[in-house]
Structure formats: C-alpha cells, structure tokens
C-alpha cells in the first residue's frame, strides 16, 4: 500500500515561495481587485514566455478565453464552428454559450488531435449543406500533444477560418520550437489547479495585436463605454484575473519549465518500465523531431483481450464522486453503463488502482458521443471513440516521484491476469 495517495496531476507550488510573496504584496498594497500589479506582471511573463511578439490577456478561467477568442472571430447564433471531438468540455461549450452549433472533429491516429483530413472534408461538406463556412477552427492539444498544425493551418489558411488553438493542456509544448497558442489566430491557456501550472483557477487568451488585445480586454471587464457613468453598447463579461490569483501564477511561472522538464521526466519512466508489458502500449508523441509535448498527462491503452483481476465486476455498482462530483455536488448517475463507454478490463484497471491509491481516469469521452451534443454534425474515423475504450490516464506531474512512479507499474503488473 503507497502511504499517500498519488493523484493525476495536483498543484505544486515553488520551493522558494514566491507565490506566497507576491500576494502579500497584492493584500499589503490593497490590490484585491481583478487587476494590478500582479496581473499586469502575469501577463509580462506570459509574453515572455510564449515569444513570437504575441499579447496576452490573464482570464479568469481557460473557458473564458474559449468564448472570447469565438466572440473575437465573430461567431453569432446559427454559426458553426469545427472543434476537436476528443477533447474536454470547456473547448466546445462556449459555442453553445453563443447559441452557435459545434461541428465535431474526429481524430488522427499518432497524435490524438484533430484529424487535418477530415476537418477538410467537414469544412467542404459544411459550404455544401449550409451555403457558408465554418466561423472558427479550435484545435486541441490533447494531454499536451502537439496537433498537426502546419497542416491545419495550410487548410484553414486555403479556407480563410480563423484557428483558436486550445493549448489548456498543452502549456510549453512545442512544434517545430515555437510554443503551442502561437500559430493560429488565438491561443487558450488554462491556469486550473490540475494543470500544467496554476492560479488555484484562471486562464489566458495569446492575442495576435495590441489592438485584438484591447477587445478581449474589453470584453473582460463588461464591454463599459468611455463615459463618466455606466454606458452599454455591448454585452460583456466579468472575466479578468484576480490579482490575487495573478500573485500565485508570478510565482508559478519561475518553475514552469521545471514542471514541463518534470512531466517528460515521467513520461519516460513509464515508456521504459512498461516497455515489456505486453497489452500495454504508452502514448507518445511521432517520431518527429518537430513534436515537443509537455506529456500534461500520460496516457496507456490497453488491448482489449488483456484480463484484468476483478473485471467482471467492472460497472457493478455506482461511481461516488470520481469526475462527476467536482465541487463535492454528485450529479446521480442515471445507469450504471452508458452506450459509449471504456472496455470492462480498463474500468476494472482503473478501480484496482484506486483500490490501491493511485488515481487513474478514462481518456475524455468524444464531445460527439455526449448526450448533450447529440444531433451536432460530427465528422468520424472512429479513432477518438476506440481510443476511448481502451485508454487510461496515469498520475503525472510535480508531486509524482520516481518511487511513485515505480510503484505505480508494479500495481499495473500485478493487476494484469
Ligand atoms: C482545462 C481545459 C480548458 C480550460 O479550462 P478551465 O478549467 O476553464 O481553465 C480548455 N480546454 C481543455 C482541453 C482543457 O483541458
């Protein structure tokens, strides 16, 4: 039994503390307000660390700056957009935020990542079925794997649609040296407390200009007119970053690169020490030299002839909690089983696990496989959905130690029957 219990990837902050310092200067300046100093510095820091000669603006959370960069390209009811299916939520709920529809993307087989084909072939079928073109294309770099961009944004360029890169999961990975978020039109980074580094919640928007720039600012901070008294031509959104927040991301920004350094650190301990194994198969990025990823998480599928201890009592019974209970607030299940779900021997991997202290979780269900996006145009290979079934995630991450890493491929053998 591990004394502690090794998670996905949890927060962690700098040995020298400087989170700390930097909020103490926001409270003893009384600067706790959604701008200041701090945010101002946050975003220097941003720009300076994702080059190219971008603007940044410091959000508060990484789906705030979804919906800006989509209200920024101009997306209005009964528009569509091609997003990512193989994705979290937050890359594709904005669009309904602005009642427009999303056109699901299916994935390619060595990345995981928006399958460039098949987003030609959704953005042809689109101008043929509707008479107009998609307002947007958002990419995503699922568990911190580089998309094919050059080949995404070929096709998007030929089309003239602008791309909104969700580099949430992907903070510092790179693609032929440049960080991801700076090739499209706009880049989205997620700051949440499980991701690469942390304002406790927050996100950003890369911005192409300062002009671009002040428009996402402005509607930020409420879309307010220059008047001596609240005038509104637009509607806004109360979206900046906490000065507070700003404070700890300061101070995140110092070790950044060691968390990145980190994270590929235990990528490649599990590559070596499940490299035997047969039935498991690490994910990793091409064997091309222009793929630098951050491995945010890493990721094993299983083959599905593999037996697992205890797998015909996978989906016995119900699920407390798990990722349905963020916040504490569970969200009753209405079944056990759902029609699109991950093969019996991943669910029963993923609860010896547990049982063993060590939190594992299904890859992201396919936005196109959710009850919530039924009837949305959905572009398909299969991929997304079959890697579904057969992948897990694996703690990655600051707080995950060699020995952890260790222990948690001796827990991976021993529940393979
Ligand atoms: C985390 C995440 C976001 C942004 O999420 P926030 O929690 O709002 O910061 C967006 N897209 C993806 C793929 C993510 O994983």
Redesign the pocket.
């Known amino acids: 039994m591990a004394d502690k219990r090794i998670y996905l990837c949890l927060a962690h902050m700098s040995e020298s503390g400087l989170e700390q310092k930097y909020i103490k200067e926001a409270f003893d300046n009384n600067w706790v307000v959604p701008l200041g100093p701090n945010v101002n510095a946050f975003e220097e820091d941003l720009r300076n660390f994702v080059g190219q000669d971008k603007e940044v603006v410091a959000l508060s959370?990484?789906?705030?700056?979804?919906h800006l960069a989509l209200i920024a390209c101009g997306v209005q009811p009964g528009d569509e957009v091609c997003v990512q299916s193989f994705?979290?939520c937050?890359?594709s709920h904005p669009i309904k935020y602005l009642g427009a529809t999303p056109v699901f993307i299916d994935s390619e087989k060595d990345t995981w990542n928006m399958d460039p084909d098949l987003l030609e072939e959704a953005i042809k079928d689109r101008i043929a079925k509707t008479g107009r073109k998609p307002k947007a294309i958002i990419p995503?770099a699922?568990y911190g794997m580089p998309y094919g961009i050059d080949r995404i944004m070929e096709i998007a360029g030929r089309y003239d649609i602008p791309v909104i890169e969700?580099a949430?999961?992907g903070f510092g990975s790179r693609y032929d040296g440049k960080v991801l978020g700076t090739f499209g039109r706009f880049g989205?980074l997620?700051?949440?407390g499980n991701?690469m580094i942390t304002t406790s919640?927050?996100?950003a928007l890369i911005c192409p200009d300062t002009e671009t720039k002040n428009k996402i600012m402005w509607y930020a901070t409420q879309a307010r007119e220059a008047y001596p008294y609240y005038q509104h031509e637009a509607i806004g959104y109360n979206y900046r970053l906490s000065n507070i927040c700003a404070g700890i991301g300061r101070g995140q920004m110092t070790v950044a690169d060691e968390h990145i350094a980190h994270h590929k650190h235990v990528q490649k301990m599990y590559e070596e020490l499940l490299a035997g194994v047969p039935g498991i198969r690490m994910h990793s990025q091409p064997a091309d030299a222009r793929y630098d990823g951050n491995y945010w998480l890493c990721t094993l599928t299983i083959d599905e002839g593999l037996k697992i201890k205890d797998q015909e009592k996978a989906y016995g019974k119900a699920v407390i909690g798990a990722v349905g209970g963020a916040a504490g607030v569970v969200h009753q299940a209405a079944s056990l089983t759902t029609d699109c779900q991950p093969n019996d021997n991943v669910e029963a991997l993923r609860m010896f696990m547990d049982a063993a202290s060590v939190e594992a979780r299904p890859l992201w269900k396919p936005m196109h496989k959710q009850p919530v996006y039924q009837g949305c145009p959905a572009y398909t290979n299969g991929v997304s959905e079959s890697l579904f079934r057969c992948g897990l995630c694996l703690p990655s991450g600051p707080c995950v130690t060699d020995d952890d890493v260790r222990y948690i491929v001796e827990k991976i053998k021993e529940a393979i029957l």
Request: glycine share 18%.
């Open positions: 959370a990484g789906t705030a700056a979804v994705t979290f937050a890359s995503v699922l969700d949430a999961e989205v997620s700051f949440n991701k919640g927050g996100g």
